[in-house]
């Protein structure tokens, strides 16, 4: 299962240029570790790939989401609230998201 969801994932990530054929045999090969799994690479933090905005929405809303890399979060503007990503991996379970609003009570204390 999970190799078929690579396969269908893969084209996404890789965008315009595709791997070589000697990786694409490696990264579709059945029975292959992750490289998160091999030593030397699970040690290099992970990035969140602008790419997959394309695919992703706030569940919440079902509206388009976008990555502020300067929080590693990703937003949704109309409901003021943050997801975070952790090793690359966007968590987007509404409960572990944060307000980025503040409470209204709290604007019109700091207004006056």
């Known amino acids: 299962m999970l190799s078929a969801t690579c396969r269908r994932l893969a084209p996404a990530l ?13 990264l ?8 998160a799994d091999q030593s030397e690479r699970a040690e290099e933090p992970r990035t ?3 790419e997959l905005l ?8 079902k509206k388009p989401l976008r990555y502020e890399a300067s929080t590693n979060e990703l937003i949704n503007d109309e409901l003021g ?5 952790i090793d690359g991996i966007p968590n987007m379970i509404p409960q572990a998201a944060r307000t980025t609003r503040q409470n209204k009570k709290q604007e019109e204390v700091e207004q006056h």
Do not use: E, N
Request: proline residues 16%.
């Open 14 to 26: 890789w965008g315009p240029r595709a791997p070589s054929a000697v990786a694409r045999r490696y």
């Open 28 to 35: 579709l090969a059945p029975g292959v570790r992750s490289f």
């Open 48 to 50: 969140f790939h602008p």
């Open 54 to 61: 394309k695919f992703l929405v706030c569940p919440l809303s």
């Open 81 to 85: 609230i943050a997801y975070p990503v």
